[in-house]
């Protein structure tokens, strides 16, 4: 059963049995006949599309975000942000994608050679509860632009969403079967990977979740893309705009309630401008509305599930053990965990070494810029990193010395349709997004004309 339990009351809002076995294969089977003619649509065709997808989502973005809201008690307004998001990437897409797969002429000794980039087919998705809308789009607007047909498995959590996202595509036109959510748990997606006409899955979720998906696909020879946890450190240096900073960094860790892969999760503030940073932050923190997640200027309200609080409790309580100070918040109230602000953090803590997906933030001392190197690339992730400094010396010696797939300078690591997204380590491989995404599933057909 796929059950939603809406966070902040507790009750349950739904309550769905997976689809059979017989039914994912007539689903797959049906997205392989849509491919043939979809493959053939011209740019044109699918723009106009994505386009008209992305002014549904616009004129229904509040009903929509009420979705994401009542089923993960994300805060409205981020819900709201959230679509209009994905109404962007829509666009982004529907306007890009043409020049993006345009056949790339190579001189050689041919008469004529290039490479020229084709659809792969049907490809699935496997995605988390975090971005119930965004998560999907992020996908599903270059994939459909680049050809390729969707499935999608989504968070047992956030079935309404899957079912929503399906209702918008046929809403707007696109052909039956070219977008399906699979109502299944993840029990069926092996059988998914290995049907012979899905040809690829991309996964955004936990490092668990990833390697189950990748070795069903490496078993089955397919091609992955993953994009997982998060340990992302926030840099600050002593001649950064204090007050700004600390603002970006509040946003950074505690918007849609801290749960989120690219959250800025460790906090290393330099030495001399340590205290005072301290006493901003606290200020900012304590100045997060708190209330309902319909409540329009709710900033924090409850995480996702009470089962991933009480996860979030147990890494608190762990470093605390080891010498962590916690110097505001961490209670927890069922799913409501208040926002958090941990000092004294080392390496050998949990709330370091782990990804942290909640509104806790760990904060380490240092002095020189190379500790701070260390102690950003010390993290088994490698999702992205921001650095706050003035100094554009500094900054330019910095950027290759981080592993990470993103290095932001004065803002947080934040998505965006123009910028290649994913990580490096265990926070996954491929990228999403801007034209790298968009050439993760197409077959790179060599053609040589003698
Ligand atoms: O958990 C990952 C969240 C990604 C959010 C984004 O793409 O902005």
Redesign the pocket.
Known sequence: MLKGINPYTQEEIYSFKSITSAEVNHKIEAAQNVFKTWRRTSFNERASLMLQLSNHLKKNATDLASIITKEIGKPISQSIAEIEKCAWVCEYYAENAEVQLQQKNITTDAQSSYVSYEPLGVILAVM?W??PF?QVF?FLAPNLMAGNVGLLKHASNVQLSARAIEECLRLVGFPESCFQNLQISSQKVEEAIKHQHVKAVTL?GSEKAGQAVASQAGQALKKSVLELGGNNALVVFDDCNLEATVKTCVQARFQNNGQ???AGKRLLIQDSIYDDFIAELITQVKDLKEGHPQGTDTYISVMAREDLAEELEEQLNTSVIKGAKIRLGGKRNQAFFEPCLVENVTSEMPIFQEETFGPVLAITRFSKANEAVELVNGSKFGLGVSVFTENDKLINDLIPQFEDGAVFVNELV??DPRLP?GGTKRSGYGRELSDEGILEFVNKKTVYIK
Do not use: D, H, L
Request: some cysteine; glycine content about 0%.
């Open positions: 988390p975090n971005y965004w992020r955004t989120s892969c690219i934040k998505s997204f």
